[in-house]
């Protein structure tokens, strides 16, 4: 499944380098090292996250498409967390105890000769920005609808982005041996709330406790539903079309009512355009049963025979090829104590170009130092194992103490600036205050550490003081109280703080944003990459810009080189 050896449960530090790399700008010029190899692996990648609101079986698909692949032979679904089984996925102590994803997990396997980097984000809003960051890594989506409520909120939001970057999107239509609404209802739900042309490539026959199987439309064939225990369930049986004998006595109403409704789709469903996907306009939609296995195997075939090999990286200086034999990568996330017991701290890399050897010495392109990588590795989620070599598309893991920083560049030598991670201005703000003084030290370690990997924002006011937290949800600060404590063994008091708002501020004359951040130093603090930052409690303390017109207040930022991407005021 891995191209590594033992099995990793241990983190290695990553080595700094103290000769400077070797070379200047890499690109397609670089020596060869098999370019031809690295044009062919690059068609058998398959880069994806999977998507959805909370509760949708998102987490469960993903256990199951873990399960099909081969990965995995027993799926931990949240049914079993009695037996002190859990999701795969789900690895955070915090994540066991409530049933839930907080934490985008990397898996990696091998299905149909194809290499799918598979990854599962959170469903709840409040880790939408983790989600976000995880979506500027991948080639395409798989969105889980959960057939009893269509299409969500948060499903909505995370569409958004994926349009954003034209991203394909695959549609998993979920849970319906459940009373749920009409499959026709959810298609018409697709197309109107998040305007996409929807292509159903299976129909299915009857709901609930009358789900029959589904129908594939493409290849006149229905595949009949059998309820399937928490393991790899037989073949199922298949039959061609619908007018096979057994089937009037067997489905009676359901079946006439399908083939109804089979008859409409196939009348007023465009033909499926290839190019269409490719460009985040028309969606391919299965329905089925993850928890049952059901439709499990269609999604995954549609995944390697639709899904796009990985695509070209923009970066500031130029466009950079995933098939260009010198390597560069990307930083777009960060996770601290994956193994607690080591405290590791790992970077995780989406591989833009070229081919990634264990051991090669790369250059970060914001400091300009070099970092090893001897102790590179791949997931299949908390489970680690050392690689030896990696191809675009691929996610692997560096371990280190500090060196990378979400947003950060790799390359071989050359000055390069992918873009496009966000950092969203947060929405509610918390004090933070140790309940030891003894354990200051540690407290302010782990802030910083999940600070940097993305899990809170952290300010430092101007004028000194506790620090402050700012979230886009609630549910953030209980996540990052429960790590304080089982991670770092600090127990941290969280109370409420006067701020409402905050916006990142830059000028383009220095010494006016000096003045300005020195006129209102007891509402100006600093993030993780000692950004400035102004904070408000109400909105119209942005009227300041009034007074100082050339101040720009931003909502969203880069991490590269502090760009600032949409200047709202307000």
Same mark, same amino acid.
């Given at each position: ?6 099995l990793?449960s241990e983190?290695?530090s990553t080595?700094l ?5 070797? %070379?200047g !700008?890499?690109g397609?010029q670089?020596?060869? *090292? ?5 044009a062919?692996?690059?068609? @058998? @990648?398959r880069? =994806?996250?999977?998507i959805?609101? &909370?509760d949708?079986?998102?987490t469960?698909l993903?256990?199951k498409l873990l ?5 995995i032979?027993?799926?931990?679904? +949240? ?5 002190? *089984?859990y999701?795969?996925?789900?690895w955070m ?5 409530r ?11 091998e299905y149909r000769?194809? +290499?799918i ?8 809003q409040d880790?939408s920005?983790?989600t976000y960051?995880?979506?500027?890594a991948?080639?395409a989506?798989?969105?889980?609808i959960?057939?009893?409520?269509g ?5 909505? #939001?995370?569409?958004e982005?994926?349009?954003?970057r034209?991203t394909?999107?695959i549609?998993f ?9 009409d ?5 018409d739900e697709i197309?109107? +709330? ?9 129909w !299915? ?5 009358r ?5 594939d439309l493409?290849?006149d064939q229905?595949r009949l539903f059998?309820?399937?225990s928490?393991?790899l369930?037989?073949?199922l049986?298949?039959m061609?079309g619908l007018d096979?004998?057994?089937?009037e006595?067997?489905f009676?109403?359901?079946l006439?009512q ?7 789709v196939?009348?007023?469903s465009?033909?499926f ?5 490719l ?5 391919p939609v299965?329905f089925g049963s993850a ?5 499990? #195997?269609?999604v ?9 090999? !990985?695509?070209?990286?923009p970066?500031i200086?130029?466009?950079?090829e995933?098939?260009?034999e ?5 930083v777009f996330k ?6 607690p017991?080591h405290r590791?701290r790992?970077?995780?890399v989406?591989?833009?170009?070229g *081919?990634?050897d264990?051991?090669m010495r790369?250059?970060?392109c914001?400091? %300009?130092k070099?970092?090893r990588?001897?102790?590179a590795?791949?997931?299949l989620?908390q ?5 030896e070599?990696?191809?675009p598309g691929?996610?692997i893991?560096l371990p280190?103490h %500090?060196l990378?920083q979400?947003?950060d560049?790799l390359?071989e030598g050359?000055k390069?600036q992918?873009?496009?991670l966000?950092f969203?201005?947060p929405?509610? =703000?918390?004090?933070v205050e140790? +309940?030891? &003084? ?8 782990g802030l910083?550490?999940l600070?940097?990997?993305?899990a809170i924002q ?9 620090l402050?937290?700012g979230?886009i949800?609630n549910?953030?600060f209980?996540?990052?109280a429960? $790590?304080? $404590?089982?991670e770092?063994?600090v127990?941290?008091?969280?109370? &409420?703080?006067?701020y #409402?708002?905050?916006r990142?501020i830059t000028a383009d004359d220095?010494?006016e944003l000096? #003045?300005f951040?020195?006129?209102?130093k ?6 993780v990459?000692?950004a400035p930052t102004?904070?408000?409690t109400y909105p119209?303390e ?5 007074r100082?017109?050339?101040? @720009?207040?931003?909502?969203l930022?880069e991490?590269? %080189?502090l760009? =600032?991407?949409s200047?709202l005021?307000?």
């Amino acid at each position: 499944m891995f191209t590594g050896g033992k099995l990793m449960s241990e983190a290695h530090s990553t080595e700094l380098a103290r000769e400077p790399a070797d %070379g200047g !700008p890499a690109g397609a010029q670089s020596v060869s *090292r098999g370019g031809q190899n690295i044009a062919q692996e690059v068609k @058998r @990648r398959r880069t =994806f996250a999977i998507i959805s609101h &909370p509760d949708a079986g998102k987490t469960t698909l993903t256990e199951k498409l873990l399960l099909f692949a081969g990965a995995i032979q027993i799926a931990g679904s +949240v049914k079993a967390r009695k037996a002190t *089984r859990y999701a795969t996925s789900d690895w955070m102590e915090i994540e066991k105890q409530r049933g839930i994803s907080v934490a985008s997990s990397v898996m990696q396997i091998e299905y149909r000769d194809c +290499v799918i980097n598979l990854l599962d984000t959170p469903g709840h809003q409040d880790f939408s920005e983790d989600t976000y960051r995880v979506l500027t890594a991948v080639d395409a989506a798989l969105m889980v609808i959960d057939a009893a409520n269509g299409v969500e909120s948060q499903t909505l #939001r995370l569409l958004e982005v994926c349009r954003a970057r034209n991203t394909p999107i695959i549609t998993f239509i979920n849970k319906l041996d459940r009373e749920v609404k009409d499959p026709l209802n959810v298609v018409d739900e697709i197309e109107q +709330v998040l305007k996409l042309t929807a292509v159903p490539f299976t129909w !299915p026959v009857g709901v609930g406790k009358r789900f029959a199987g589904v129908f594939d439309l493409r290849k006149d064939q229905m595949r009949l539903f059998k309820a399937g225990s928490d393991r790899l369930a037989e073949e199922l049986d298949e039959m061609h079309g619908l007018d096979h004998p057994a089937y009037e006595e067997r489905f009676g109403a359901e079946l006439a009512q399908a083939r109804q409704e089979i008859e409409l789709v196939r009348g007023a469903s465009p033909a499926f355009d290839q190019g269409e996907f490719l460009a985040g306009r028309q969606t391919p939609v299965f329905f089925g049963s993850a928890i049952n296995n059901f439709g499990v #195997r269609e999604v995954l075939d549609a995944l390697v025979d639709l899904a796009p090999a !990985p695509n070209p990286r923009p970066a500031i200086q130029r466009n950079v090829e995933p098939e260009e034999e010198a390597f560069s990568g990307v930083v777009f996330k960060v996770q601290a104590n994956m193994d607690p017991a080591h405290r590791d701290r790992i970077a995780f890399v989406r591989i833009c170009s070229g *081919r990634f050897d264990r051991g090669m010495r790369l250059k970060i392109c914001r400091t %300009g130092k070099d970092i090893r990588t001897s102790s590179a590795m791949s997931f299949l989620s908390q489970r680690r194992e050392l690689l030896e070599e990696a191809y675009p598309g691929d996610i692997i893991g560096l371990p280190n103490h %500090g060196l990378l920083q979400l947003g950060d560049t790799l390359t071989e030598g050359e000055k390069l600036q992918f873009t496009g991670l966000p950092f969203f201005a947060p929405e509610v =703000f918390q004090v933070v205050e140790v +309940v030891d &003084p003894m354990r200051a030290k540690q407290l302010r370690m782990g802030l910083v550490q999940l600070g940097e990997e993305g899990a809170i924002q952290v300010f430092r006011p101007h004028d000194g003081g506790s620090l402050l937290l700012g979230a886009i949800g609630n549910l953030q600060f209980e996540v990052v109280a429960h $790590r304080l $404590r089982h991670e770092y063994g600090v127990d941290a008091r969280l109370v &409420p703080s006067k701020y #409402r708002l905050a916006r990142w501020i830059t000028a383009d004359d220095a010494d006016e944003l000096k #003045r300005f951040i020195a006129f209102n130093k007891h509402r100006v603090a600093f993030d993780v990459v000692d950004a400035p930052t102004f904070l408000a409690t109400y909105p119209t303390e942005l009227g300041l810009s009034e007074r100082w017109k050339s101040i @720009r207040f931003h909502a969203l930022r880069e991490h590269a %080189g502090l760009i =600032f991407q949409s200047g709202l005021n307000g």
